[in-house]
């Protein structure tokens, strides 16, 4: 806490005293039941995030009516549906504040990005949608906006006397508030439109509202876009004239940006790893100078040297994470408790964001707890410590000793190179992967402070095995590179990804890189940022996934060419031949990069299986693996030791 006096320092909000500068930011709902009501695993999710030691918990997106559908799958629970969420919600609220947190929910309207279904949609304009043109929409009569207030502020009583401490009014990312805030989307010539005092009306009565009905002193935090970060769009200076509006009205103005319908926008509003951490505080250090309101900033936050110096510096007040605190929810602890080098600091690598959409849970690429709070509550109990050897000390492996010797096992680890990390260490001189390394980093303090015995330079064998003599093996022996049976492929010009991450030197002026995954998008950006002329070869269509989308639109930035629909037949010294529909084409390139995969260690993980009493296999050695999995993996299997 002295390394962070100015993080750690209780603020006043309303009436209401918050221990921290740290809260965590709405993320949607998720775990929910077939009716979109509140679930045990649901609830464990946010007291987690409050027994972590944040100041305030934000359950996500609560829609306050039932006008319109829905934008996000998981979105979809609403004030007014008492019978699924009443229970619910009060339960939630009253667990997060036992953990001293104060509980709060994102009051939602989406408007016309709402989900039609045929439907005429409400806006602030006629037949104006920039989400889809063809989608008939009709602007709201004077009645409809006094509703749309009246409803807003009857939710935020409903969650007051559910037991939340604070409300937050989504003003921000293309939603309603912000709808009419914005000059694109507002062509209104009455009193909700026009100037800025007009466009800002909404948000502001609604907020009024809120006090008028809950008091003065029930906080209530609007979240804004300070620039919607899209040619066309708002821009900062707009954002610091809609924030001089709320002052005064507003409790506290929690400074986002983009439009998340725009084209590109969530690359701003989701920083990833192509961006710097902290990219967005600007925004709201410029509101920040022209309002006397407390100001909150957010966007790819989680060092905690970093959230002291924006507080220290006066650029915002509050620190607002939702990533940082799924990677460790208990960051905010072990920072007040000079623990640091615990942290596990997020990647960036939208897994989260991926696992929220595609499953509607979230899980951390390097937190195997996220996604089974509920689940971790109901393990069974450890009927006694074993010897656990793990094979491998890559990241399914250095997960799974941690997790052991968190277990109250003896744990033995040992990697057949000199250090730990896997093959992912090629990667960690990555300008845009550094937090890789600082991940890898991260396991191996966490290794050395559990007193788990490392053995390095040494290949667990079957002999070695018996000699140590564990109770339980861990196979995370990993994986070697696919290599395809093409011609040419054994030339002095053909070298692997790892190879060409580990030491670019190796990669002539210009490469031809087989595969674009996200291994080979990666390396593609990575060597073009080095000055070489890159071409990506793929035989399949591109991934069209927003995850996959982002990194291809950063490889288009590099100046890096992808080819798809491309098979290689044959290897040449100056370049590929690949077959396409339109017949053969040479793809020219000094060096050939093999990124096609992984070839799994089974026939050497299955030498071990007979080893010991416990067996598992984790990681690439069962099947190639991210992070995620691998990570998970590790976790799952050191938790099942010791309980049959």
């Not at 439109?193 to 609604?206: K, P």
């Not at 809120?210 to 620039?227: D, L, M, N, Y």
């Not at 990069?593 to 089974?602: H, M, Q, Y």
Request: glycine residues 12%; negative net charge; hydrophobic residues 35%.
């Amino acid at each position: 806490m002295e390394r962070y006096p100015n993080l750690f320092k209780p603020i006043k909000l309303g009436n209401t005293l918050f221990r921290n500068r740290i809260f965590y930011a709405p993320t949607g709902l998720i775990d929910l039941s077939p009716k979109c009501a509140p679930t045990r695993d649901w609830m464990a999710y946010f007291e987690r995030k409050a027994q972590g030691g944040c100041a305030a918990v934000n359950i996500g997106e609560c829609y306050v009516d039932n006008v319109g559908g829905p934008q996000h799958r998981y979105d979809i629970i609403r004030m007014k549906d008492h019978k699924y969420n009443y229970n619910g919600l009060g339960k939630v609220a009253n667990n997060i504040s036992r953990f001293g947190a104060i509980a709060s929910v994102e009051l939602q309207k989406p408007g016309i990005a709402s989900s039609h279904d045929g439907e005429v949609l409400l806006g602030p304009s006629d037949g104006f949608n920039p989400l889809n043109k063809n989608v008939q929409t009709r602007a709201m009569t004077e009645e409809e906006i006094m509703q749309v207030i009246e409803d807003f502020s009857e939710a935020a009583v409903y969650a007051k006397n559910r037991g939340f401490g604070m409300v937050t009014l989504h003003g921000g990312h293309g939603w309603l508030i912000h709808q009419f805030f914005s000059p694109y989307t507002n062509r209104r010539t009455d009193r909700w439109g026009g100037s800025v005092e007009n466009r800002a009306r909404l948000a502001v009565s609604i907020i009024d509202e809120i006090h008028r009905k809950c008091g003065r002193g029930f906080p209530v935090e609007i979240r804004i876009s300070g620039s919607e970060c899209y040619e066309g769009g708002y821009t900062i200076e707009d954002g610091v004239e809609f924030a001089k509006q709320l002052d005064g009205h507003a409790d506290l103005i929690h400074v986002s940006v983009g439009n998340v319908h725009a084209p590109n926008s969530a690359e701003w509003t989701h920083p990833g790893i192509f961006r710097e951490g902290g990219c967005n505080v600007q925004f709201a250090a410029e509101i920040k100078k022209h309002v006397k309101t407390p100001v909150a900033t957010v966007g790819g936050l989680s060092d905690p040297d970093e959230l002291e110096e924006i507080i220290a510096s006066g650029k915002a007040d509050i620190v607002v994470m939702a990533r940082g605190l799924i990677c460790d929810p208990d960051l905010p602890i072990k920072a007040r408790t000079g623990r640091e080098k615990e942290i596990r600091r997020c990647l960036r690598c939208f897994t989260c964001v991926h696992e929220m959409y595609e499953h509607g849970r979230i899980f951390c690429a390097i937190n195997p707890e996220s996604g089974k709070y509920g689940e971790i509550s109901d393990a069974l109990p450890l009927k006694e410590g074993k010897h656990v050897l793990v094979a491998g000390g890559g990241m399914a492996g250095m997960e799974a000793a941690i997790t052991a010797a968190k277990e109250g096992h003896k744990v033995t680890l040992v990697e057949k190179s000199d250090s730990l990390g896997g093959v992912l260490r090629c990667e960690t001189k990555v300008s845009f992967k550094k937090r890789v390394g600082e991940y890898i980093e991260h396991q191996k303090y966490m290794i050395a402070k559990s007193g788990i015995e490392v053995i390095l330079n040494q290949e667990v064998t079957p002999e070695l095995a018996k000699q140590l003599q564990p109770d339980v093996i861990i196979a995370a022996i990993g994986a070697k590179p696919s290599i395809p049976p093409i011609k040419g492929i054994d030339g002095k010009n053909v070298i692997t990804a790892e190879q060409a991450f580990s030491n670019p030197d190796l990669v002539g002026k210009s490469a031809v890189i087989l595969g674009a995954g996200l291994t080979g998008i990666e390396l593609g950006i990575h060597l073009r940022s080095l000055g070489k002329d890159i071409t990506l070869v793929e035989m399949a269509n591109p991934d069209n996934s927003e995850w996959n989308r982002n990194h291809m639109r950063q490889l288009e930035r590099s100046g890096a060419t992808a080819k798809f629909g491309h098979r290689v037949t044959e290897i040449a010294e100056n370049g590929v031949t690949c077959a396409t529909e339109g017949g053969d084409v040479f793809v020219e390139g000094e060096t050939v990069i093999v990124a096609l995969g992984l070839k799994p260690l089974w026939d050497e993980a299955a030498a071990l299986s007979t080893c010991a009493g416990e067996f598992y296999q984790v990681g690439d050695c069962r099947a190639p693996r991210n992070i995620t999995v691998a990570t998970g993996e590790g976790g799952a299997a050191a938790e099942q030791c010791g309980r049959f």
